[in-house]
């Protein structure tokens, strides 16, 4: 609720401000303009701020949405109702498109394969006979209902802001819910998101057609308050504009959205009205202007206005509570079998000439823990990696209770009831450590991103969230479950890695380093931890430095060294074995 | 098809094919020493183009007058910036570079701009009027942002464009200028005759390949450049100046966008926003390129040139939008051979 109540106030706000007497009615125009480029930006903030994928596209894809709707009132003489959904579908197609074609690049190709489907289309748009050349479409019919005819700003005033309002709704929404976490999870790599069976490329798919169909609203909405449209507005400066609105409002803050519209919107105006009276004939300066307070405000304020904004608030909003719910359904555990749980057998990876695993073959049963321990280098990470599917093997075979998962992509892995943490933590900093750890049950929750906008997934995820709370509650960082991930101590975050791997109900556990980072009293706690998961059915393979914890803990050790297996046994044998001195102390020794 | 068609289309292809492998040769190279994907390099073109006309014709363009403004903006910066540690030698030192080189070139064009100076003259004022503007540059706007993500240097970068865009419009007017050829001669080759400035493209394209490659495969200096754009703070560990690197590069950069405009005055009518459109054509063929070989940037912007001057001949319409998707199967080609091997990119 705490999340809905200014978007409440807010559309209370908006709705009020053109019923104060005497205002201009030239304000309302700009607010219509501001309305429809925040609905682009608010797209952006999800594509970019919290997706790191960056588009200087958009602008496309408004122009979708408008000449969509311009062609099918002005030609075919559809009301503009019935072709709303017409340009929402429009320019998601669109997006799916191009969106197969460009989110899985990666890095800084995908912002410059914006740009070139960004100009593609624009001149697409002024070429073609369809979308009537450079002069566009004109004669529009306005939005109405019934005999109210919207022709004037201030009666579109209210489509437009009621549109903001509940796109921010929405939004703020899907944020919040299980496919929002995994949304959320996508800026900082895939790798942790993948390994708790989060489809990335899905997801990446889903937040740019969202994006796409926002600016398709927008375009919609702006093709019946101007009643007219020509490619301009949908060429690629105005898809980099956009785009500056989303950074300098905050890339990340779905209010940035419309503060970043706010401010830029009238920034142009006002450079309009008053840089002819500075520079008496130079009329271009604008644009000179405009880029220089980019490139100034990146430089003083890069993660955006808003972040600095709520800085200023007395108190900090709070993230998501967890709530008493029925517990998830645990996982039917495979009793009869008497396998062993995890068999790698003869397992290689090479990285060209370098060979990091060679030909490991080791074993882990049920209700074991096994510990894999190796001088730096020896190749222990990697082969989590290939248990885990994170890495493809160069030969060999790993299997899980029998079933060969050879290569197999992590997010399979994980359904068979495999879950790890990682050497270097991959928490989300900026998401709460009981939201982190909820994203270690995605694959114990079902509702998808509809259900999530429309906030029909509540049961489902209270129930997530109260197997996060009760697995953060059993790690014994309950005190910290409502601080930010990245606000804690690098050994407590591990332990939040921990309460993550936990959440997926596994069978087997894979910890790295799981002690590194950590006080004594807390190591003794870890220990007890993982001998309580043993004693309760689960496996743990476990990498780790310190000997002493591996050594008390361990059943069973497995010595690498320059990925090779040079010794495995119990503790004792391990540790008067010649090889594994020699290995640790040098060949002198 | 009609050979002789086949022909000058190829040859025109090649001709402004030659033009997008500089620009996407300097692309390359500010990307791989800042990061820094450099959307101005088209308002070099420009810059430089509308500079050389300006100056066949006896102006003064404002160009030089930016290049001073921006040296003393970039003055102020240097100062503020080290301003804890002063010394007469580096205070002296940047107002060298940056107030006392921009003013000398000031006051040379105001003395030698003249109708009746030579083209190869105005050719190499135009180059030393436009260059330091790319330095300057550096100083200002990336500099201080040197270790920002790369898309924060790219919506910079994006910043920059439009104000020097702007700008163009306010030195040079909406009105399109052309420039003289730098040489009349002609070679005729059968049914096709090249102008001689043809083959000073094709040259100047061909050595300015060559020196790059030459340049950061086999010198110390260049690997050094290239190993700022990895690891800036391990670069500056082994002694490397990361700061005097990247305003090195992007000096080269407004040089070859320079020498591009140019050459293509005499050719095209340059407009303050043409720029643009040229640069990104060279985007297209450093992105083919991967943004790292130099070899391939070239082939692929002699490929794009071709693309261009067919579809320009068979749809004249579709032009941009043909060259602008050629670039789709390319980045969809390039997903598919490396998978997700991203990981941590913040």
Redesign the interface.
Known sequence: MAQRLPILLFALVMAAIPFVPGIPPFWIVLLDNIGLAALVAMGLVIL?GVGGL?SFGQAAFCGFGAYTTAILTTSYGLSPWLSLPAALVVSGIAAVILGL??V??????L???T???G??LF??FS?LELTGRNDGISSIPPLAIGAFEMRNPNAIYFAIWLAVVLAALITVNLLDSRMGRAIRAL?????AAESFGVQ?AQAKLLVFIYAAVLAGLSGWLYAHFQRAVNPTPFGP?AG?EY??VA?LGGAGHVWGAVLGAGIVTMLKEALQSYLPLLFKN?T????????????AL??LA?NGLWPRLLALLPFKPRGPQPQTAPALPARAHDTASTGPLLRIEKARKQFGGVVAVNDVSFEVGTREIVALIGPNGAGKSTTFNLVTGVLTTTSGRISILGQDTTDTPPQKVVRLGVARTFQHV?LVPDMTVLENVAIGAHLRGHAGAIASMLRLDRGDEAKLLAEAARQIARVGLTDQMHQLAGSLSLGQQRIVEIARALCADPILLLLDEPAAGLRHQEKQQLAGLLRQLRDGGMSVLLVEHDMGFVMNLAERIVVLDFGTRIAEGTPETVRSNPDVIRAYLGGAA | MDTTILLFLLQDGITNGAIYALLGLGLVLVFAVTRVILIPQGEFVTFGALTYAALAVGKVPGTARLGVILGLVALAFDLFAARNKLTVRTVARSAVVYAGLPLAILGIADAIANPQNPPALNFLLSLVIVAPIGLYLYRIVYQPIAHASVLVLLIASVGVHLALQGLGLVFFGPEGLRGPPISETAVTLGVLRISGQSLGIYAITLTLIVALWLFFGRTLYGKALRATAVNRLGARLVGIRTSLSGQLAFLLAAVIGAVSGILIVPVTTIYYDTGFLIGLKGFVAAIIGGLVSYPLTAIAAVLVGIVEAFSSFYASNYKEVIVFTLLLPVLVLRSLAAPAVEEDHE
């Open positions: 970019t960056t074609m460009t899985r690049l990666s890095g800084h190709y912002p410059l394969g740009i070139a489907w100009i593609s001149y697409l070429k800026r900082r790599g895939h790798i990335t400066h980099i785009l500056f950074v130079e271009q300066f604008e644009i000179v202007v405009f880029g220089i307070l980019l490139v990146l430089q890069p991959k």
